[in-house]
């Protein structure tokens, strides 16, 4: 039987921005494969967990994305699937397949930088927190949303020049 613990207070501004900058540093890595640059990080208790990056092109899985590495990554770690006292930092909110996923593993607290009005499942095409399911984590979108939303817009006006030649 796991054993319970009080929760780790919410995160401060500072450790907020400090996360985030690791996942935008993890979605950077993204652009030597040429992937669209997400970055996420798992952190449990003010400690990074695991990271995770999307790989989609990389290693021609559609189910690559960067939540789904860090997640998997942060349970071979703790050795559960329950990430109930995890945060997650991504760079973008998460689509429909990371929401569930995220869901499924418990995860306490969301915090995503740019929105994504197409995909997004935490309020940018819909709200996954709105259909009434068993676990609805904490969300917080727009964390330095500039920089993540400029290094999307970055990746795909350099994709579009590349095609338009």
Partial sequence: ?????????APDENAKRRFMSLALEQARLCLES??????????RRGEIVAVGRN???????ALCHAE???IRAAC????????????LYVT???CAMCAGAIVNARIKR????????KAGAFGGKFDINSLGLAHRPEVEGGLMEKEASGLLEDFFAALRGRTEK
């Fill in 1 to 9: 039987m796991k054993k319970f613990v009080a929760d780790a207070p």
């Fill in 55 to 61: 790989t989609r092109e990389k290693d021609l899985n």
């Fill in 110 to 117: 969301v915090f995503f930088g740019a929105k994504d009005p």
């Fill in 34 to 43: 040429g992937d669209v640059p997400v970055g996420a990080a798992v952190v």
């Fill in 68 to 70: 789904t590495e860090a």
């Fill in 92 to 94: 973008l909110e998460p």
């Fill in 76 to 87: 071979e770690k703790l050795k559960g699937w329950r990430l109930w006292e995890c945060d």
